[in-house]
């Protein structure tokens, strides 16, 4: 998944982690390392199966430009885990991101 980096990104990130908790799907994100953000701490600290840091920044195909931010590759994986590494329950899943995350 590589989603709009705008306004709705955090219910980009949302919808790929429920879609692994809930779905038992396996996600692979390509998303702005925006370590500082709501969605950050509530979706990807606590529940990435993986977090992969790119080195420099992503550039796609023959454009003369690179992005501005650094990026990452986060992975949701159909086992979903808290923290701690136990697994989640599925009342225990995070509600869906709205556009004021």
Sequence with gaps: ????????LPQWVSKAYRSACIFGATVVCLLPARTD????HDYVLPYAAEIRY?????QFG???N???FPSVIVVFAPAC???TGEPT?????????TLTD
């Design 37 to 40: 953000t709501a969605w950050w």
């Design 89 to 97: 329950e599925h009342a225990e899943i995070a509600p869906p991101a």
């Design 1 to 8: 998944m590589n989603p709009p980096y705008g306004k709705a």
């Design 81 to 83: 885990r808290t923290a």
């Design 66 to 68: 690179s992005a501005p």
């Design 62 to 64: 023959g454009a003369s």
């Design 54 to 58: 790119l080195r420099g920044r992503v």
